[in-house]
Structure formats: C-alpha cells, structure tokens
C-alpha cells in the first residue's frame, strides 16, 4: 500500500509531520510492503484557507491512504472522493507513523473528527 504523510522537510521517515496537511511543503511517500520511500515538493502548499486540493497533488503518485496529524472536512472529502483512505496518526515522524499503521494502530478520520477548515493546527 503506498501512504503519504505530510512533512517539513525531505527526510524520509526520519521527516516530522507537517500540522497542516494542505500547507505541508512536502509529501512523503511510503511503500508500507517494500518500504520504499520518495518525498515530493507540495506545489499546492500555498493556497487560501479552506482552498486546498489535496487529492489533485497526491492522487498522481498512486496513494491508497493519508496518514496525518489531522485535517479539513473539505481535504477529508476530496482525498475520499479520490478513493483515498485517510488515518490519524499522533506520532511525529513518518517511521513511527507508518510502524503504526502498519501494526494497524491509526483510526481512519471519520468526517466529524475533521478541522473545519483555515486553521494552522493539528486537529484529528
């Protein structure tokens, strides 16, 4: 299964999780049966709040699932619309993240738990 987490920086799964899953400058990419691990540039970092795409900028890479520290209902909706599963994770990097899911630790985001949407914060 291919997951993306959004991150700071390009570390690979050493990478910390980005709060704001839309804003994030990076998608880290994650194998969870291979392991393998790519990180992309975000080129939809920027946007207005409440604006954010999340589908459009990861759904080309071939992801099955989110794992985040949150986001908006509207990102929720999109990624889902894309056939994107979404997870909460509370761990701060993308290994400890991904060890997680893969034990089968992270609860999927149901839409009630989801931010409402222009907030700079973890919220799932």
């Known amino acids: ?3 993306c987490l959004p991150t700071v ?3 690979g799964r050493a990478a910390m999780l980005s709060d704001h899953f839309g804003s ?3 998608f880290t990419i994650v194998d969870s049966e291979s392991g393998a691990t790519e990180t ?3 080129h939809h970092a920027r946007h207005a709040p409440g604006s954010c795409d999340a589908a459009r900028g990861i759904a080309e890479h071939g992801v099955d699932a989110v794992l985040c520290l949150g986001l908006g209902r509207r990102a929720l909706a999109s990624l889902e619309q894309a056939g994107i599963s979404v997870f909460v994770s509370t761990a701060g990097t993308v ?3 991904v060890d997680a899911f893969v034990a089968g630790g992270l609860p999927h985001l149901e839409a009630q738990a989801a931010c409402g949407g222009g ?4 919220c799932g």
Do not use: E
């Open 95 to 97: 290994g400890a993240a």
């Open 40 to 42: 992309v540039a975000n």
């Open 24 to 26: 994030a400058p990076f």
């Open 1 to 3: 299964m291919r997951l």
């Open 9 to 11: 920086h390009d570390s």
């Open 119 to 122: 907030q700079r914060h973890h």
